[in-house]
């Protein structure tokens, strides 16, 4: 525990490296995967990537936040355990319910006297797990938890997720992208490289043919993201890794190098949650500046 005694807490949606968080003790709230057959699964509690994924041929399911009961079981757990506040880091609202809904428990925790500061990292995967393990530095800095709100807002600003996937199907059977750009990726091989806008949505920054060309891109706003900044966290998620991991930590140290440093580069998986609406076929590219 922290010498302040402030829980870090965020939800499966940031994509928080296991190993960090099991380090500093954050707690994680899963969101939940809910199939036609009415059985409901919390992701990473009672169901893995690799199971969701081996699902996909007999069903895509949906899914949903946490529930407010759990969201309130996790602080009360952490008050238990000592902590006397507690900074929730969520995925973006613009995606998810789940800011709006941890706002709500987080509002009755405050009446009962455990003060918490809701972040919203407008958003996903591991860009937004960079600024949970942001959240943590600042505490163990000594950061009072007044302040927390405003400076990872701030760190939020100037953290960028870039995307994309082999397989448009997800994306646009849940909405993600349109018919035309579905169509254009399917017949032409037209990859968009998707970004979170200001809002925490998914927008399309690039439009690059064929795969290999998409990540190429990818490194190339990586790039852009990083000027002005003198130094940046770097973060690759993929789920098929098929060399991924290894040719974009190459590309983003030699390019991104160039123009700020790099202080780390951080390789994740994706979490079931996501993967139900990108697939399996994703590979992205997140940077922070520092």
Known sequence: MNEQRIAVITDTGTDTPEDFAAAHDVRVVPLRINYSD???????????PEQLVNRFDEEVPSTSLPSPLRIQETFEAARRDGYEGAVFVTIS????????????????????GFPVVVVDTKSIGVAAGLVVMEAVRLVEAGMPLTSLGSVLAAVSERTHVFFSVQNLDFLHKGGRIGDAEYRLGTVLRIKPVFTCNEAGKYVIAKKARGWKRALDEEVRLAVEAARGHERVRLAICSYEDEGIFEQLEEQLRREVGAVSEVVEVLCSGISADLLVHTGPSLAGVAVMGC
């Open 38 to 48: 009415g059985s409901t699964f919390e992701s990473g509690v009672d169901i893995t």
């Open 93 to 112: 609202s613009g995606l998810s319910a789940t800011y709006e809904t941890v706002s709500m428990v987080a509002r009755q925790m405050e009446d009962e």
